[in-house]
């Protein structure tokens, strides 16, 4: 699916939960069965994850510490606009620099996310690995979505530098101060892959680029939720230890939106 019209599904707010843009139901006089249908139904049942281990992943041992930071963390409200220390000049780098990049590497990211509920992202180095990162950020679904309509969307995580011997690496820092188009929203959190983001990695595993819905957890949203995915390769460009960007790449003469990711310790 060309990602023009993957962006256009997932800023569309009007779809049905199986994906139709148009379904409208037909009145019906109540009735007995009616009353049974509007009965929540159960989830359908889980898949078989079948995703594997990427080549370059390994096993992190402080999975409790980061739900600990998720759980503290999630509840933050979002809060009052700040100036991003970090400088993004819109185009600083632009698309035929990114692609002669020499230290660019294509992976998979995905935007994805129940409607009122946070987005999060995560990487992946193809749609049939593992997530090498899932980060729940600081912004409702609805409000990106609206942001990407407005077709150039700048995401800054920003957190401390660590000291010269410190050897975590980059991506795993547990907690980011985020801001979008220069605004700060308040906090990104980095979390193990729980069972529902291994689901949408699941269901996704098709898919190489393209947006659209899935049909909610009704437990979570309520029979009537759906979760939003956009979908799409990013170029990875690492400039330090400390700074790293992922740049949503799209399709020679493509006019979707434009997004980038940079993550910095300063």
């Given at each position: 699916?060309?990602?023009?019209?993957?962006?256009?599904?997932?800023?569309?707010?009007?779809?049905?939960?199986?994906g139709?843009?148009?379904?409208?139901a037909?009145?019906?006089?109540?009735?007995?069965?009616?009353?049974?249908?509007?009965?929540?139904?159960p989830?359908?049942?889980?898949?078989?994850?079948?995703?594997?281990?990427?080549?370059e992943?390994?096993?992190?041992?402080?999975?409790?510490?980061?739900r600990?930071?998720?759980?503290?963390?999630?509840?933050?409200?979002?809060?009052?606009?700040?100036?991003?220390?970090?400088?993004?000049?819109?185009?600083?780098?632009?698309?035929?620099?990114?692609?002669?990049?020499?230290?660019?590497?294509?992976?998979?990211?995905?935007?994805?996310?129940?409607?009122?509920?946070?987005?999060?992202?995560?990487?992946?180095?193809?749609?049939?690995?593992?997530?090498?990162l899932?980060?729940?950020?600081?912004?409702?679904?609805?409000?990106?979505?609206?942001?990407?309509?407005?077709?150039?969307?700048?995401?800054?995580?920003?957190?401390?530098?660590?000291?010269?011997?410190?050897?975590?690496?980059?991506?795993?820092e547990?907690?980011?101060t985020?801001?979008?188009?220069?605004?700060?929203?308040?906090?990104?959190?980095?979390?193990?892959?729980?069972?529902?983001?291994?689901?949408?990695?699941?269901?996704?595993?098709?898919?190489?680029?393209?947006?659209?819905?899935?049909?909610?957890?009704?437990?979570?949203?309520?029979?009537?939720g759906?979760?939003?995915?956009?979908?799409?390769?990013?170029?990875?460009?690492?400039g330090?230890?400390?700074?790293?960007?992922?740049?949503?790449?799209?399709?020679?003469?493509?006019?979707?939106?434009?997004?980038?990711?940079?993550?910095?310790r300063?």
């Amino acid at each position: 699916m060309p990602l023009s019209h993957a962006a256009f599904l997932f800023l569309d707010h009007q779809r049905s939960p199986m994906g139709s843009p148009n379904a409208k139901a037909k009145p019906q006089s109540p009735t007995a069965a009616d009353d049974d249908s509007q009965t929540p139904q159960p989830p359908p049942p889980r898949q078989l994850v079948s995703l594997v281990q990427p080549s370059e992943r390994k096993k992190n041992k402080s999975t409790k510490v980061f739900r600990v930071f998720r759980s503290v963390f999630r509840s933050f409200p979002i809060v009052a606009p700040t100036m991003c220390k970090m400088s993004v000049t819109p185009g600083s780098l632009s698309e035929g620099q990114r692609s002669s990049s020499t230290n660019g590497k294509k992976v998979t990211g995905t935007l994805f996310g129940y409607r009122k509920g946070r987005v999060s992202f995560s990487i992946q180095e193809n749609p049939k690995c593992l997530p090498s990162l899932v980060l729940e950020l600081a912004m409702q679904t609805n409000v990106l979505q609206k942001e990407m309509g407005t077709g150039m969307v700048r995401i800054a995580l920003e957190c401390d530098k660590r000291p010269e011997k410190d050897k975590t690496k980059l991506l795993e820092e547990p907690l980011w101060t985020m801001y979008c188009n220069g605004k700060k929203t308040g906090y990104g959190v980095k979390r193990e892959a729980l069972e529902d983001d291994l689901q949408v990695m699941e269901l996704l595993k098709p898919v190489s680029m393209g947006g659209g819905v899935l049909p909610g957890n009704c437990e979570v949203e309520g029979s009537d939720g759906e979760l939003a995915y956009m979908r799409a390769h990013f170029e990875r460009v690492v400039g330090s230890k400390d700074s790293e960007t992922y740049y949503m790449l799209s399709p020679e003469g493509n006019n979707g939106p434009e997004l980038s990711i940079f993550f910095v310790r300063i």
